[in-house]
């Protein structure tokens, strides 16, 4: 399977940062229309088949990168990575079987992560952005019905945010294990203290 | 704490039709007898002809992917079986081979060609599953659906001889593979695959020809290749279309690129064609087995894999072609034994994509067999 | 050795009716008993074994032994059934129509039972021995459209409404080939009587001379399934049977993967035994007539009488079972299309080459007549089948499909 | 017969066939009728992990040694291992308590893979009905301990290849004791030492990982 | 003989009566099968099998299941309770039929004399008889009757087809152009 070099996406489209670590283009929301519908018509890409999209959530963090400082020595510098939400998606081209072609899609605000949906160009897409939308909270613009697929509608958190906290209504279960124990002892207080 | 919503029984007259009838909202719900497990479709129909159709599911959804993010990478392979519990061995391979794209580990010859083993076996035990359910739905009360499960007994023995379960089999290792097949397995399976093909015979020449299935399944649910391509459909739906994409061929994982087998090519990509497609594929697959099991070499089945597997942070996303799709793992590692994220790529979650549109303008009875054509399990689905 | 068995039944009837010899009004009674009441439970009698017949056969047809718990080979799984029918709590919808509920069964069962007594048991042995037995069987059979229409509608249940108004489409669609199938058979029999029918199917020149060879064969070959017209009658009376019965590739009604009981959803309990009874006891009246009418009645070469009659039903009916555990479901448009467009044109045919081939047989004797029937009119029928079926189907259908295998 | 069609009529020719030979061929009729007559359980079926025990007396002729490895390789956290202590608090290599949950274990086999002592096998008894849903399938250390010899019955294979492995390592360490003796003696003879004590190579103790929340 | 022959004309009378008076539109259709199957019964007594097979078979068989096909496309079936019948017709009606009932009934009834009926020894049942009857002096009006049911028939299938095709090609929403055409 030939690998795509993405330096001929660079040339067409200068402004976009390739991210050499993951080996991705990172998109703006407002590109993402005329870059991807180039990716489609391109002949050297040929990408016509989407096939993963999925969302990952980063939460603030201190990176300590090995740097030489001025006196030449090895040293970790700490510097704090800004908390950040991306949505990945995984292209293919089955006309000219070639390689997997990441492009990411990157938000930085948690409360109310907006991004233009593929929907429009790839029709499998709906099904996957309404589970990345379901499970972490990024809104899709443009998406034909964007509501929630795997949980019930009453659902108010979303899952798979690192900084979710799972609801304690585990049912009583006598399990060894320590910390569900006192879950449950939690809970039936709780439950006792509502009931009269 | 947002109580758990008991759905209410939404059964009303929504709408009117030209005639004046009424559009009949119908719920055909999670226990309906032919949706393959608990998934529910609201069907607007006018009188037979079904006019909009909604898939949802989510019953049996256990955030398989929040579990593997406090489990290790080693831990997290037990699930994998639990993902679509009809192939076990494929979903253990898909995540062994995405794993290995993290921590390059040398797998031995004879791991391989075991791996490809069972992963054609499985492909079997899908494919015949999968038209014995088809043709249920069809109507024909379980007799094809029996004699496929009599087969898949066989197959269920030799993975029970060589892993220890039938179905949550835990098999495939990062690197390898758990133990070594005892001595009498291969004979065994060598003497399964070969009267598997008089089995094929005898069930093509009940469904093929058979009058009231090609009257049922031809022209029903109709995909073009475009469209396929489009909806991001894999598998042998997408092949039943006319697009010739295995990832097997293609990205040539394994060692497949040294059996030499076909990949059947459907032209019309109706629910007739997939049908087809999956009866030629348990062919091809035979052939591949019985190549496989005559030069599998001898040598020891796990490569040097670390103590610990902590990959150094990056991802990767590795794919093969389970026997329902293409079925891919996305992990992105940070340096712990723990993944950062885990993401499954199912395939029959992203084929229920194209369900709405092959359905509209069909009878209510063509809805279901196209559902079935699909071949979707929940346990894939809502992970 | 013939109707010995018929005889000594009408024997002991009349032996019994002596007894009231002279109370005119009771003796009238326990005629009508005699009558009526042995053929009614010998048939649920035949009800219970069938079921266990059916699940015997499809279990072995699916390599699984089948019911073999209860009694010895599970004999007595169909009292089994019963019994846990009979304690099954009976649930009637809130919302349905609670009269109209509660009658459906019955209706089904009023046409099921009557339509059972139109047919010729054995020599003397005809419970209702109408001159127009044959029509009057018909008209009773329409009847179970209106019960299963009833059980339909009044369970205000979305599904069975659908199960409901797919079993009156399709009974109304599959009763006039039926009947038209029969028409070809009571012109050539020349009469409506039910006995009639059966006389007629015999060689009589054969039957009357001496030597014993001429006699066994005389007995069958006179059934009008060896005539042509006669051949094709029965397949598709036996087609038509099938819808009418619900049988299966025609069980639309309670198709179990779409529609989930059609319209036996909201029965339970012993209401729902009931209604399968019905559909049982209908479908072996339909079988019944069939026999009466292609395949010679109670008539057979050594012990004719009761015995073949009962031998030939319950072989036609392990060929419904056969099929029951074989045949995929049709749609709903293909089973109409398949009634009006297909077999009504070709029961009409039939009817024309059932003419043609009496006015050979009058002129130049039924040997030539048999020769010309077979070739000529069943070759008629066959082009017209090829050409309808041409007519119906699209053409991507009747291309045969290539899939090529890609590298 | 285009009339019915030859596909359906072949079709009907293929259940006949299945129809009579299910009568006389076996593999025409695979069922086996549970209660009366039981399938061969074969020797590498797997359902729950149980303990095992050399000689007769099962607490101290016991294998494990707590080191809670399997603890922590169980994917679903249903092994609960508290190690034991003699009166004067001193740490025996044992494990007081040992419960395993089989409502929440998946019988996945890791534990067994990563027990470096070859003290818990998968056991392949699967009639474990009971009657309680909490402490009936929470088994503790005495239900789940059981002798070598009923190992050997239940997978012959398995546990001949261990026993093998164990003798092979019991042999190693008693030649390492041995030479370790030796060594010490010759040491001992030529010169006593000034005082120098060689540490012994101590067992690399296994990465303690916090416990994830 | 005697309490059969009034049995069931009580039934028929029922059967109508009740046809009329239900509110709900299904059970009046029963009750109107009710009366036809009352008067198959009287015309078995009148040992007219060949006329009792054809009513039960014609009227009730395909009348009857077409009233009711007609009714399943009316909308409200059950009637709304709520408003209650109070036209005032029935004053009406009731002496219309009194009136009919006196004018031609009684006239008819007494020149018959109300003796008993006649004994029908001589009276063989068979369908042949009317089938040859059929064939010679009533061959013109059979011919006749016969062309105007297929024209019937031509007529409604006409109706029906021209306008199948229409609400087919509306049901279906445009984003799909094709119909599966089998």
């Given at each position: 399977?030939?690998?795509i070099?993405?330096?001929?996406v ?5 402004e ?19 870059v991807?519908s180039w990716?489609?018509e391109?002949?050297?890409y ?6 993963c999209v ?5 939460l ?12 030449g020595?090895?040293?970790?510098k700490?510097s704090l ?7 990945v998606y ?6 000219k079987?070639?390689?997997p ?12 992560p907006?991004?233009t ?6 029709g499998?897409?709906?099904l ?5 939308y ?5 809104r899709f ?8 697929i795997?949980?019930?509608e009453?659902?108010q ?6 900084d979710?906290v799972?609801?304690n ?6 399990t ?12 039936r ?7 009269p | 704490?947002?109580?758990v ?20 909202e119908?719920?055909?719900g999670?226990?309906?007898?032919s949706?393959?497990?608990v998934?529910?479709?609201d069907l607007?129909?006018?009188?037979e002809?079904?006019?909009d ?8 959804h256990?955030?398989?992917e929040?579990?593997?993010?406090d ?22 391979w ?7 794209k ?9 791991a391989e ?5 069972v992963?054609?076996?499985?492909r ?7 038209i014995?359910f088809?043709v ?10 029996l ?9 269920l023995?030799l ?7 039938r ?5 495939i ?6 133990c070594?097949?005892p ?15 008089a089995f094929l ?10 009058e009231?299935?090609i ?10 290749r475009?469209?396929a ?17 295995d990832?097997?061929k293609?990205?040539?994982?394994g ?19 997939r049908?087809m ?9 035979v052939?591949i ?11 020891e089945?796990m490569?040097?894999?670390p ?5 150094a942070?990056g ?5 093969i072609?389970?026997?329902?799709g ?8 940070d ?7 885990f993401?499954?790529r199912?395939?029959s979650?992203?084929?229920l994509?194209?369900l709405r549109?092959?359905c509209?303008?069909h ?5 279901v067999?196209i559902l ?5 399990v929940?346990?894939?689905v809502?992970? | 050795?013939?109707n010995?068995f018929?005889?000594k039944?009408v024997?002991?009837g ?7 010899a002279?109370?005119p ?6 005629h ?7 053929l ?7 009800f219970?074994?069938?079921?266990w017949?059916?699940?015997k056969?499809?279990?072995?047809i ?7 718990r ?6 007595l ?9 009979l304690?099954?709590e009976d ?8 009269l109209f509920h509660?009658l459906?069964p019955?209706m089904l069962m009023i046409?099921?039972?009557?339509g059972?007594?139109?047919?010729p ?8 021995p109408?001159?127009s037995?044959i029509?009057f069987?018909?008209?009773?059979s329409s009847?179970n ?5 009833m059980?339909g509608?009044s369970?205000?249940?979305?599904y ?8 009156v489409a399709?009974?109304?669609?599959y ?10 058979v009571?012109m050539?029999?020349g009469?409506?009587?039910?006995q009639?029918?059966?006389?007629s199917?015999q060689i ?8 014993i060879?001429q006699?066994f064969?005389?007995?069958?070959l006179?059934?009008?399934?060896f ?11 036996f087609?038509a049977a099938?819808a009418e019965?619900n049988?299966s ?10 529609i989930?009981a ?8 012993f209401k729902?035994?009931i ?6 006891i209908?479908?072996?009246a339909i079988?019944g ?8 009645g109670?008539n ?5 009488g009761?015995?073949?009659?009962v031998l030939?039903?319950?072989?036609l009916f ?9 045949l995929p479901r ?7 299309g398949?009634?009006?467009?297909f077999?009504?044109p070709?029961?009409?045919l039939n ?11 009058r002129?130049?004797?039924t ?9 000529f009119g ?10 309808l079926?041409r ?8 291309s045969?499909r290539v899939?090529q295998l890609?590298? | 017969m ?6 359906i ?9 299945n ?5 006389y061929?076996k593999e ?8 009366e007559?039981?399938?061969?359980i ?5 359902n729950f ?7 007769d007396?099962p607490?101290?002729?016991?294998r ?6 399997c603890?922590?390789?169980?994917p679903?956290?249903?092994i609960?291992i508290?190690k ?5 608090g ?8 040992f419960?395993?949950?089989?409502s929440?274990c ?7 893979e990563?027990c470096?002592y ?16 909490f ?8 239900e789940l301990l ?6 050997h019955?239940?997978?012959p294979?398995e ?9 092979a390592?019991?042999?190693l360490?008693e030649?390492k004791k041995?030479?370790?003796q ?10 006593p030492?000034?005082g120098?004590k060689k540490?012994?190579?101590t ?11 | 003989?005697i309490v059969?022959?009034?049995?069931l004309?009580?039934?028929?009378v029922l059967?109508?009566?009740?046809a009329i008076?239900l ?6 259709v029963?009750?109107v ?10 015309f078995l007594?009148l040992?007219?099998e ?6 039960v ?8 299941i ?6 399943m ?10 408003r209650?019948?109070q036209?005032?017709?029935w004053?009406w009606g009731g ?6 009932l006196a ?17 029908l ?5 068979s ?16 011919g ?8 019937g ?5 006409v109706?029906a ?5 229409a ?6 929403p ?6 599966p055409?089998?």
């Amino acid at each position: 399977m030939a690998a795509i070099d993405h330096k001929g996406v660079i040339r067409q489209f200068p402004e976009l940062e390739w991210e050499a670590s993951s080996g991705s283009l990172i998109l703006s929301p407002e590109k993402v229309d005329e870059v991807v519908s180039w990716l489609k018509e391109d002949p050297a890409y040929r990408l016509d088949y989407l096939s993963c999209v999925s969302g990952v959530d980063y939460l603030e963090k201190e990176v300590k990168t090995r740097v030489r400082n001025e006196a030449g020595k090895m040293v970790f510098k700490t510097s704090l990575s800004p908390e950040k939400m991306e949505v990945v998606y995984h292209f293919y081209s089955m006309e000219k079987k070639t390689g997997p072609f990441i492009l990411k899609q990157r938000v930085l605000s948690r409360e109310n992560p907006v991004v233009t949906s593929l929907t429009p160009h790839y029709g499998g897409a709906e099904l996957m952005e309404r589970e990345v939308y379901d499970l972490f909270g990024i809104r899709f613009t443009g998406h034909p019905d964007l509501r929630r697929i795997l949980m019930w509608e009453g659902f108010q958190h979303y899952p798979m945010r690192k900084d979710y906290v799972p609801p304690n209504d585990y049912e009583y279960e006598p399990t060894p294990h320590g910390d569900v124990l006192e879950r449950a002892r939690e809970r039936r207080e709780e439950l006792e203290g509502q009931s009269p | 704490m947002s109580p758990v919503q008991t759905m209410p029984p939404r059964s009303y007259h929504i709408g009117k039709d030209d005639l004046g009838a009424d559009i009949l909202e119908v719920a055909m719900g999670p226990h309906h007898p032919s949706t393959h497990g608990v998934f529910r479709m609201d069907l607007k129909l006018d009188g037979e002809t079904v006019v909009d159709l909604k898939p949802v599911f989510g019953y049996l959804h256990r955030n398989h992917e929040k579990i593997a993010e406090d489990i290790t990478y080693p831990m997290s392979m037990p699930f994998t079986d639990r993902l679509d519990y009809l192939c076990g061995m494929t979903n253990n391979w898909a995540y062994a081979l995405s794993a290995e794209k993290l921590i390059e580990i040398k797998v031995p010859e004879r791991a391989e060609y075991i791996r490809v083993i069972v992963a054609e076996l499985t492909r079997l035990v899908n494919h015949c599953l999968l038209i014995g359910f088809f043709v249920n739905d069809l109507g024909a009360l379980g007799t094809p659906l029996l004699y496929a499960l009599r087969e898949r007994e066989k197959i269920l023995d030799l993975f029970e001889v060589l892993s220890g379960a039938r179905m949550m089999v835990n098999y495939i290792r990062f690197g390898g593979v758990r133990c070594d097949p005892p001595d009498g397995w291969l004979k065994e399976c060598q003497r399964i695959v070969d009267a598997f093909p008089a089995f094929l015979d005898e069930y093509e020449t009940l469904l093929t020809e058979n009058e009231i299935i090609i009257a049922r399944a031809q022209n029903v649910g109709v995909v073009t290749r475009e469209e396929a391509i489009n909806f991001s459909l894999t598998g042998p739906m997408l092949r039943a279309s006319g697009v010739n994409y295995d990832i097997r061929k293609v990205d040539r994982y394994g060692i497949y690129d040294r059996f030499d087998f076909k990949v059947p090519i459907g032209g019309h990509g109706d629910c007739y064609d997939r049908f087809m497609v999956r009866m030629l594929e348990m062919r091809q697959s035979v052939k591949i087995l019985k190549q496989a099991i005559r030069d599998l070499p001898e040598g020891e089945i796990m490569g040097k894999a670390p103590k610990i597997f902590r990959p150094a942070p990056g991802e990767a996303y590795g794919r093969i072609e389970a026997p329902k799709g293409e079925l891919g793992f996305y992990l992105i590692s940070d340096g712990t034994p723990i993944p950062y994220r885990f993401k499954v790529r199912p395939p029959s979650f992203v084929n229920l994509t194209a369900l709405r549109h092959m359905c509209l303008g069909h009878k209510v009875a063509d809805a279901v067999i196209i559902l079935g054509s699909i071949d979707i399990v929940l346990g894939e689905v809502d992970r | 050795m013939n109707n010995y068995f018929d005889l000594k039944l009408v024997e002991l009837g009349r032996w019994i009716e002596a007894f009231f010899a002279h109370y005119p009004t009771l003796k009238l009674v326990v005629h009508l008993l005699l009558c009526t009441l042995p053929l009614a439970l010998s048939f649920m009698g035949a009800f219970a074994f069938t079921t266990w017949l059916e699940r015997k056969g499809l279990a072995r047809i699916q390599n699984r032994p089948g019911p073999n718990r209860v009694g010895l080979f599970g004999l007595l799984q169909p009292i089994a059934d019963g019994i846990k029918m009979l304690l099954k709590e009976d649930i009637v919808p809130e919302r349905s129509d609670k009269l109209f509920h509660f009658l459906a069964p019955i209706m089904l069962m009023i046409p099921a039972m009557i339509g059972v007594g139109f047919l010729p048991l054995g020599d003397g042995l005809h419970a209702l021995p109408l001159d127009s037995a044959i029509i009057f069987f018909f008209a009773i059979s329409s009847l179970n459209t209106i019960a299963v229409f009833m059980a339909g509608w009044s369970s205000r249940n979305k599904y069975s409404l659908l199960g409901g108004m797919r079993a009156v489409a399709q009974m109304i669609s599959y009763e006039i080939p039926l009947v038209l199938s029969a028409v070809a058979v009571i012109m050539m029999a020349g009469s409506l009587n039910a006995q009639e029918v059966v006389a007629s199917q015999q060689i009589s020149s054969w039957v009357g001379s001496g030597n014993i060879l001429q006699e066994f064969f005389g007995r069958i070959l006179g059934w009008n399934v060896f005539k042509p017209w006669g051949f094709a009658g029965f397949i598709f009376f036996f087609i038509a049977a099938l819808a009418e019965a619900n049988r299966s590739p025609f069980d639309l009604p309670e198709a179990d993967s779409e529609i989930i009981a059609g319209h036996l959803t909201e029965y339970s309990g012993f209401k729902y035994a009931i209604l399968f009874m019905g559909e049982y006891i209908s479908a072996f009246a339909i079988a019944g007539i069939g026999v009466t009418l292609f395949l010679g009645g109670w008539n057979g070469p050594v012990f004719a009488g009761l015995p073949w009659f009962v031998l030939k039903l319950f072989s036609l009916f392990a060929v419904m079972i056969w099929i029951r555990g074989t045949l995929p479901r049709l749609r709903v448009d293909q089973l109409m299309g398949y009634a009006w467009k297909f077999l009504f044109p070709l029961a009409i045919l039939n009817i024309f080459l059932a003419g043609f081939y009496h006015f050979l047989e009058r002129q130049w004797g039924t040997a030539i007549a048999m020769l010309a029937g077979w070739l000529f009119g069943f070759g008629a029928l066959q082009l017209a089948a090829i050409a309808l079926s041409r007519l119906n189907q699209s053409p991507t259908i009747r291309s045969k499909r290539v899939y090529q295998l890609v590298e | 017969m285009s009339l019915i069609g030859k596909g359906i009529l072949k079709g009907m020719g293929v259940t006949a066939k299945n129809f009579f030979q299910s009568y006389y061929r076996k593999e025409r009729l695979p069922t086996v009728e549970y209660p009366e007559e039981k399938a061969t359980i074969n020797q590498f079926s797997r359902n729950f992990p149980f303990l095992l025990y050399d000689g007769d007396d099962p607490v101290d002729g016991m294998r494990c040694t707590a080191c809670t490895l399997c603890e922590r390789a169980c994917p679903p956290q249903c092994i609960y291992i508290i190690k034991d202590k003699d009166e004067n608090g001193k740490a025996i290599l044992s494990p007081r308590i040992f419960d395993i949950d089989t409502s929440v274990c998946m019988s996945c086999q890791l534990c067994v893979e990563v027990c470096p002592y070859e003290a818990i096998r998968m056991d392949s008894a699967f009639e474990l009905s009971n009657e309680n849903r909490f402490e009936g399938l929470l088994l503790n250390r005495e239900e789940l301990l059981k002798p070598n010899a009923y190992y050997h019955e239940i997978h012959p294979l398995e546990a001949r290849e261990t026993d093998d492995r164990m003798a092979a390592k019991a042999a190693l360490a008693e030649a390492k004791k041995k030479a370790r003796q030796k060594r010490a003696r010759l040491a001992a003879k030529n010169k006593p030492p000034p005082g120098l004590k060689k540490t012994p190579p101590t067992r690399k103790k296994p990465p303690q990982r916090e416990k994830s929340e | 003989m005697i309490v059969a022959f009034y049995l069931l004309a009580l039934i028929a009378v029922l059967g109508a009566g009740l046809a009329i008076t239900l509110r709900n539109v299904v059970h009046a259709v029963f009750s109107v099968l009710l009366f036809f199957s009352a008067l198959a019964g009287l015309f078995l007594l009148l040992l007219a099998e060949f006329i009792a097979a054809v009513q039960v078979l014609v009227y009730i068989g395909s009348v009857g299941i077409l009233m009711l096909f007609a009714i399943m496309l009316t909308t409200n079936v059950v009637g709304d309770p709520n408003r209650p019948v109070q036209s005032r017709g029935w004053v009406w009606g009731g002496l219309a039929v009194v009136a009919l009932l006196a004018g031609v009934l009684l006239p008819i009834i007494s020149r018959t004399g109300g003796q008993s009926p006649t004994p029908l020894s001589d009276f063989n049942p068979s369908v042949k008889q009317l089938g040859l009857v059929l064939m010679d002096p009533y061959f013109a009006s059979l011919g006749v009757i016969a062309l105007l049911l297929t024209a019937g028939l031509i007529g409604a299938v006409v109706a029906a087809t021209g306008a199948s095709e229409a609400d087919q090609a509306k049901t279906v929403p445009e984003n799909r152009p094709r119909f599966p055409n089998n």
